[in-house]
């Protein structure tokens, strides 16, 4: 007889018996990445480790069993343990003692890829220092499906995972951070992403891009692109629930002379070739590739003629 599950994308799924590769798993750790929302997007590689791990860990344990019920897999006589960040200290040991003896392990965190803004990261560096075989499942992030559907620069990002909720901690933060040249890319809480996008306003100023993501893959999923000023006028005064990453585009460099561009080529193609000095200094400067490897090539003529 079939049944019926729902996920958190609102999607209603038939509940079938999974049938899991039938070559044994390898003793070792397995972070196994789960859906942030829509359930077919846990991988089956994801599924063949659940269904035949000796033990499974989760940080929420009745989500990796809505999980593992929606597709079909079995849980037998296996119990699924609870591990997180107020239980950490106590659970740590059990789970190295059974890699110890030989054990595959499964860890899942409630949703997306394990130790990413997740209780993981201890489990997973004690299980090193030990000399314990640790393996990824790959799967679904919100880092970077958010970064995907963005349209920001993707060539170098940073995840900085959630803002401080203190205000000191907080501006201290987005100072260190407005100036990097990369994509950032934060977590935050619905309740305070209006107080966030007018911080980094007040930073960062109007002009600069950024994108808010909220609910990806699941039924209420909105993307909202822009500059800062966009955001902030779009996000003002309106409640708004769910998960929310925001991201925010690399900061324009401050328009230099060309004498000091100049400079900034011949120290680097002091160490590397035209080619790769130029894509380096154009992504560094925020210039176009085009012309500054043509200065490139022209300084490194002048320098074959001297």
Not at 168 to 174: C, E, I, N, T
Not at 225 to 234: F, I, K, M, N, P
Not at 245 to 267: P, W
Not at 281 to 289: C, Y
Request: hydrophobic share 45%.
């Amino acid at each position: 007889m079939s049944s019926e599950q729902s996920d958190a994308s609102g999607e209603i799924y038939k509940v079938g018996a999974f049938r899991p590769d039938p070559r044994p798993l390898a003793p070792g750790l397995y972070f196994v990445s789960t859906p942030i929302g829509a359930a077919r997007d846990i991988t089956l590689r994801g599924l063949d480790i659940l269904a035949k791990a000796d033990v499974l860990a989760a940080e929420d344990t009745r989500t990796l069993r809505h999980l593992m019920e929606i597709h079909g897999v079995a849980l037998g006589d296996r119990h699924v343990f609870a591990y997180h960040d107020h239980n950490g200290e106590m659970m740590r040991p059990k789970l190295l003692r059974a890699l110890a003896e030989g054990k595959s392990v499964a860890y899942a965190s409630e949703a997306g890829t394990p130790l990413v803004a997740d209780p993981g990261f201890q489990l997973g560096r004690a299980a090193i220092a030990e000399g314990l075989t640790v393996l990824a499942a790959p799967g679904a992030s919100a880092v970077l499906a958010a970064l995907t559907v963005s349209g920001l620069p993707s060539d170098r990002f940073l995840f900085a995972g959630f803002a401080p909720t203190q205000a000191g901690a907080r501006a201290k933060m987005l100072k260190e951070l407005g100036d990097v040249q990369a994509t950032l890319i934060l977590y935050e809480s619905p309740k305070r992403i209006n107080r966030l996008l007018g911080e980094m306003l007040d930073l960062w100023g109007e002009e600069r891009e950024a994108v808010v993501c909220r609910e990806l893959t699941k039924r209420f999923e909105e993307v909202t692109r822009g500059s800062l000023g966009d955001l902030v006028r779009a996000f003002d005064g309106r409640a708004v629930k769910g998960e929310i990453v925001v991201l925010v585009g690399r900061s324009v460099a401050q328009k230099l002379d060309a004498s000091s561009i100049e400079d900034r080529l011949r120290a680097v193609l002091a160490e590397k070739s035209v080619k790769d000095a130029a894509a380096d200094v154009a992504l560094e400067l925020s210039l176009p590739k085009r012309d500054v490897y043509q200065l490139a090539l022209r300084l490194n003529q002048e320098k074959d003629e001297e």
